[in-house]
Antibody, heavy 126, light 107 residues
Framework: QVQLQESGPGLVKPSQTLSLTCTVS??????????WSWIRQPAGKGLEWIGR???????NYNPSLKSRVTISADMSKNHFSLKLSSVTAADTAVYYC??????????????????WGKGTTVTVSS | DIQMTQSPSSLSASVGDRVTITCRAS??????LNWYQQKPGKAPKVLMY???SLQSGVPSRFSGSGSGTDFTLTISGLQPEDFATYYC?????????FGQGTKLEIK
């Protein structure tokens, strides 16, 4: 079965760029009609959707983060990445990667996140 | 942007109880509504998609209903492992907005 694993620095300095990678195992990132996404969760708070990408190259981002976010994939390494620029303490959170899968019911596609990584904690501090 | 509002924010219940969590969208989202369960220190896990469809492997005591703007997640016969935080999420737009969460605690 498909598994996802986040990796990257646990500490990032303010104003720098946060870079995380999500490695996909048990399946190909380019196989099937899936979106690949990032979600974050500050300590003790709720989930915030960051964005997602399709393997065709199209992507969608949270408008509140859009000017600072890039999600991209490296098919040869079977992973996708998150870059968040100009970080501040407000970007401190657990970051999750997830797969958007879909099901067709009465000729309509319904998307949901069916596979998640375990999450990685990123702290923004000098 | 579509806003998702859950109620209550927290809930105390006992093993064996039946509980209902409500999620309201700021505009109609048809049945594009998912429910997730999250336990402390763990990633969320999908319970329901398309409003009322049970994800494979999820116990049948979980059920969902609703369409348009109002949705509910019901747990019939609470088990100890059900005490967690529950989130709804809309997938009607490309911005997959989550509700703020409902923490279900043991009474």
């Amino acid at each position: 079965q498909v598994q996802l694993q986040e990796s990257g620095p646990g500490l990032v300095k303010p104003s720098q760029t946060l870079s995380l990678t999500c490695t996909v195992s048990g399946g190909s990132i380019s196989g099937g009609s899936y979106y690949w996404s990032w979600i974050r969760q500050p300590a003790g708070k709720g989930l915030e959707w960051i964005g997602r990408m399709y393997t065709s190259g199209s992507s969608n981002y949270n408008p509140s983060l859009k000017s600072r976010v890039t999600i991209s994939a490296d098919m040869s390494k079977n992973h996708f990445s998150l870059k968040l620029s100009s970080v501040t303490a407000a970007d401190t959170a657990v970051y999750y990667c997830a797969r958007w899968s879909y099901v067709i019911l009465t000729m309509t596609s319904y998307y949901y996140m069916d596979v998640w990584g375990k999450g990685t904690t990123v702290t923004v501090s000098s | 942007d579509i806003q998702m509002t859950q109620s209550p924010s927290s809930l105390s219940a006992s093993v064996g109880d039946r509980v209902t969590i409500t999620c309201r969208a700021s505009q109609s989202i048809s049945r594009y509504l998912n429910w997730y369960q999250q336990k402390p220190g763990k990633a969320p896990k999908v319970l329901m998609y398309a409003g009322a469809s049970l994800q494979s492997g999820v116990p049948s005591r979980f059920s969902g209903s609703g369409s348009g703007t109002d949705f509910t997640l019901t747990i019939s016969g609470l088990q100890p492992e059900d005490f967690a935080t529950y989130y709804c999420q809309q997938s009607y737009t490309t911005l997959g907005t989550f509700g703020q969460g409902t923490k279900l605690e043991i009474k």
